[in-house]
């Protein structure tokens, strides 16, 4: 989450898209608004914690099997760059 007290719709964008849950500006801050964004970003996160577990893990699955894969083939010299 990010708070700010300049800023514009670029730096909001730029924001979320680099991973932030949300973005407001210092002006537009109440204690209910606050209180709401928080709850936002907390649900943001663990969303996003699982989500990246479940992809890393078949990342790693995925690079396992390669491995193995690699192992079964007779040796060869080969330059892949």
């Known amino acids: 989450m990010i708070l700010t007290a300049e800023g514009d719709e670029y730096v909001a ?3 979320v898209k680099l991973g932030a849950a949300d973005y407001i500006n210092k002006k537009d801050v109440s204690p209910k608004r606050l209180k709401e ?3 936002d970003a907390i649900e943001f996160g663990a ?3 699982s ?3 479940a992809m890393m893990n ?3 699955q995925l690079v ?3 491995h193995k894969e690699k192992e079964k083939l007779p040796e060869q ?3 892949i760059g």
Do not use: F, P, Y
């Open 47 to 49: 969303g996003t914690g």
């Open 64 to 66: 396992q099997k390669i």
């Open 58 to 60: 078949d990342a790693t």
């Open 77 to 79: 010299n080969l330059d």
């Open 13 to 15: 964008v730029r924001a």
């Open 37 to 39: 964004l928080v709850k």
């Open 51 to 53: 989500e990246d577990q």
